[in-house]
């Protein structure tokens, strides 16, 4: 196998309900259809999806995708939590963003 097709394997991960994340072309699909996500949504989910299995509380999250402390403004994480949910579950019954109550949120590792 050619280094390039290792890497591009790498940015490219599948899940058992037919979910695809393409971390090289930043998409989101599930059964060959396109899951449309803002740019921070789409990087609060590589971010979550990369550390799988790991907690990130709100202002960890602020703090990695906006690149600055929160300053009081981590609510915007739940806000962009409900809206990547509710992307994905118009295409998936999967709940892959698991609330950890009063700790944050992870990605549920389901992948093939």
Known sequence: MLWQEVC???????FSDGLTIDFSKRTITCNDKLIP???KEFDIVEL???NSGEIYDREQIYEKVWGR?????????????????SKL????????IETIWRIGYKWVKEEN
């Open 48 to 50: 979550l999806v990369r």
């Open 37 to 39: 996500l803002a740019k």
């Open 89 to 96: 579950e118009a295409f998936t019954k999967t709940n892959h």
């Open 69 to 85: 402390p929160s300053a009081g403004r981590s609510s915007v994480v739940s806000e962009h939590i409900r809206r990547i949910r």
């Open 8 to 14: 591009r394997l790498k940015d490219l991960i599948i």
